[in-house]
């Protein structure tokens, strides 16, 4: 049994709810939006560093989400008495360090391009640069919950309410430094913004800091509760249910790239809806779930619609052809792909409703705390289980389960372990014996709710095949650099589109197509092959005995072949994704020269890593708005060329 209240912090609730919640929640809200700002604009200022590659964006997610856990553990060895005091400090540092941080990453660049830094050393001097300021943003919710929980009951609804403004903050944050503050701002001013929010947090919590400071009492004041010890498998739960949520981020991010065939679109739209879905469902949780004896309960019934959930979302993407026209008519017979929100409205109708979900599994897992004593360190080692397994699931999802399984199979192993989360939580956590039967209920409804999913054909090589109606998918190849996809277009007139204007087209003998992630990058129709061979035969006539050559990009190889029959001395192929050249050498034929070197590496960063001169750069002639291919068009990568020429 719990112990008689004892009074942690010396005012009434009505002076709580007035005062020192709405105040702390809009700080909050401004630490929500800084935090994603400055991931927006560290990823971007990454690509410098490491080139377009899993390196500029596994560096900057994994060092946020961990320096996120790892400030979380830490928070309770703070030297902090005046929780709003150390919060301001926090801010204030983070500032500092943002502001301070294209110095130091430049100073890496330079270091790296001298020889003095080796890639490995480079990736982990990088990655403690952003541990620093991340660690104090992950101390700042437990501190936070510190300062506000002043009685048990209180623990879902407050953490609730600080997880959920704190997320849809960064809705703001990631929405404006993405599509307004880099192409207006720059990278060096969008970091200013950011900092200028963490400033505004920090003044503004001295400021609580001093109407409160005669409110608190020393720490070590007798509080409610014993602390019993958590039990150790919620750890496990929390952990289980951010390795999952992660994970289907980021299979949602690689299936919404056919759909908008656009890798930052795709992007920027997935992780705002989840944002907003995530803040809405942390705050209303614990106003639909109000007794806190029923948290863990709630947690099967939450992990089991979410993994239902799931599968209704992979229905959607696998039936394009009946979702699109439906939201078309909401629309007044627009398209959904035509504008931002239709686009919207598309991507809330995969990752809306499990996004919900998934912000509300933190607080119901707090549900399993009994007692505030030590509050914030049990909060905290919560927060940080579920951004650790946060880490897990970004590498598993991108690293395993789509290379292994592919989108389609990887989500119903996602669903599987969300079911499974919940029948652990029933097993384990659950004592009353009317409570189990009701999830196992749950359960079970969720089982046969997923029946007609399993049975209405949820394969996404409809969706890749349904992005090229005029086409025949012959293979698919999912891996860690993207998508390949392989078509076959037949020997028919064709209707295309040729900018504004459709016209028919003529194809007298058909030919194949390669793409990655839904965008063509090569094929063996007359216009393509001429442009391949182009790309090869103009610099090497014009500059008539090039011995050493390099060529940016494969495709499907027509360039390459065209550069073996000059027969130069060496010949270096630089080409991001291994699998467009296994793919095309299996689906256009494959050919060989002892002087032929590939190298897997981003364009970009290769040149500025390299010392390596060459009689001639061949540019890969691809598409600039997509991801990635920006860079082979900037002033920076044509001066590096131009330097190793």
């Known amino acids: 049994m719990l112990s008689r209240p004892a009074r942690r912090i010396r005012y009434d609730e009505s002076v709580q709810r007035r005062y020192l919640i709405p105040v702390t929640v809009g700080l909050f809200a401004l630490s929500g939006a800084s935090s994603l700002v400055f991931e927006t604009a560290w990823t971007r200022l990454y690509l410098d560093l490491f080139g377009h590659g899993i390196h500029s964006t596994s560096s900057v997610l994994a060092a946020f989400m961990a320096g996120l856990g790892i400030g979380a553990l830490a928070e309770r060895r703070l030297p902090c008495t005046r929780p709003f005091r150390c919060y301001a400090a926090l801010e204030f540092l983070i500032a500092v360090w943002v502001y301070l941080s294209p110095t130091l990453v430049h100073g890496a660049d330079r270091l790296a391009a001298g020889g003095m830094l080796r890639p490995g050393f480079l990736w982990l001097l990088s990655f403690a640069m952003l541990l620093f300021p991340t660690s104090m943003m992950g101390a700042t919710l437990p501190l936070l919950a510190r300062a506000l929980i002043q009685r048990e009951k209180q623990i879902g609804r407050i953490f609730g309410l600080l997880y959920g403004i704190n997320s849809l903050g960064a809705v703001v944050g990631v929405l404006g430094a993405g599509t307004w503050g880099l192409l207006h701002l720059g990278l060096h001013g969008t970091l200013l913004v950011g900092c200028g929010l963490s400033l505004v947090a920090s003044v503004g919590a001295i400021f609580l800091d001093r109407g409160a400071r005669d409110v608190f009492q020393p720490e070590g004041e007798e509080s409610e509760g014993g ?78 619609i979410l993994g239902v959930a799931g599968l209704g979302g992979l229905w959607i993407l696998s039936h394009l052809n009946l979702v699109l026209p439906f939201l078309s008519s909401l629309l007044s017979g627009a398209s959904p792909l035509d504008s931002s929100g239709g686009r919207f409205l598309l991507a809330a109708s995969v990752v809306f409703v499990p996004g919900v979900l998934m912000g509300a599994t933190m607080p119901a897992i707090s549900g399993g705390i009994e007692g505030i004593r030590k509050i914030d360190a049990s909060l905290g080692r919560l927060y940080a289980s579920m951004t650790f397994g946060n880490i897990a699931g970004a590498l598993i999802g991108g690293f395993v389960l789509i290379p292994r399984f592919g989108l389609s199979h990887s989500m119903l192993v996602l669903t599987g372990l969300n079911l499974l989360t919940g029948l652990l939580v029933l097993l384990l956590l659950l004592d009353s014996p009317l409570r189990r039967r009701a999830s196992s209920a749950a359960l079970l409804l969720g089982l046969l709710g997923a029946i007609p999913f399993l049975g209405g054909g949820l394969d996404l090589h409809r969706l890749f095949a349904d992005r090229k109606s005029h086409a025949r998918l012959v293979a698919v190849s999912e891996g860690l650099r993207g998508t390949v996809t392989l078509f076959e277009v037949p020997p028919l007139p064709i209707l295309a589109s040729n900018a504004d204007r459709a016209s028919l087209f003529s194809v007298g003998a058909g030919y194949r197509m390669i793409s990655v992630d839904g965008v063509d990058v090569a094929g063996s129709s007359p216009d393509l092959r001429t442009t391949q061979k182009m790309q090869a035969d103009v610099p090497l006539l014009l500059h008539g005995s090039a011995r050493d050559v390099l060529q940016i990009g494969y495709g499907s190889g027509e360039t390459a072949h065209e550069v073996s029959l000059y027969d130069p001395a060496s010949f270096d192929l630089v080409e991001i994704n291994p699998q467009v050249i296994e793919e095309a050498h299996a689906f256009f034929g494959e050919w060989q020269t002892d002087q032929y070197r590939p190298i897997f590496a981003d364009a970009k960063n290769y040149l500025r890593r390299s010392r390596k001169k060459y009689d001639a750069i061949l540019n890969d002639s691809t598409y600039p708005g997509l991801e990635g291919s920006s860079q082979l068009y900037s002033v920076d990568h044509f001066r590096a060329g131009r330097e190793h020429l």
């Open 227 to 304: 602390g019993r010890r958590i039990h150790p498998f919620l750890y496990l739960t929390a952990a289980l249910a951010g390795m999952t949520a992660m994970a289907w981020e980021v299979l949602w991010i690689r299936a919404f790239v056919f759909v908008l065939e656009s890798s930052i679109l795709s992007l920027s739209l997935v992780l705002g809806v989840l944002l907003l879905a995530l803040g809405l469902g942390s705050s209303l949780f614990p106003r639909l779930c109000r007794h806190r004896s029923s948290h863990l309960q709630a947690l099967v019934w939450v992990q089991t």
